[in-house]
């Protein structure tokens, strides 16, 4: 079980891909305000209340994301990115309340790079820290 200390923040502060607000996984980039994913395992976790969640992506090429869902080991939802810029519910249908959502990258670099340019929900939540990991650099 992760816990988590959160507090309400707003959209800007989310999308500015800020460790202090979301949780980034792997080699990632920040590159004309979006948050890059070059390689396989790379992503940005964020927490939220509500119902679902979008994200809008711009690919280089074919990609794919999958999505993780209140800190499932599997995947839930892969999800097939095309050539340019779309916006994708990554989450969808969940019960009203507190989640948190991780979209991670799952092709090679050879296939080109995702740049996440922002996330749509709110009230986003600020996770302070959580048992198993750290969200704030120390």
Do not use: W
């Not at 990632?28 to 679902?52: K, M, P, Q, R, W």
């Not at 097939?80 to 989640?99: D, I, Y």
């Not at 959502?101 to 820290?129: A, L, Q, Y």
């Amino acid at each position: 079980v992760t816990v988590f200390v959160c507090e309400p923040t707003t959209k800007e502060l989310v999308n500015s891909f800020d460790e202090k607000y979301v949780n980034l996984y792997g080699r990632t980039y920040i590159s004309n305000n979006n948050l890059c994913l070059d390689h396989v395992g790379t992503g940005v976790g964020v927490a939220f209340e509500g119902t679902e969640l979008s994200v809008t992506f711009e690919c280089a090429g074919t990609n794919y994301v999958c999505i993780f869902i209140d800190g499932e080991q599997g995947y839930l939802t892969r999800i097939k990115l095309e050539k340019g810029v779309s916006t994708h519910v990554v989450s969808k249908n969940l019960e009203a309340g507190f989640h948190t959502v991780r979209v991670v990258k799952s092709n090679e670099i050879g296939d080109g790079s995702i740049k996440i340019k922002e996330t749509t929900h709110t009230p986003f939540r600020k996770t302070e820290r959580s048992i198993f990991m750290s969200t704030k650099k120390a």
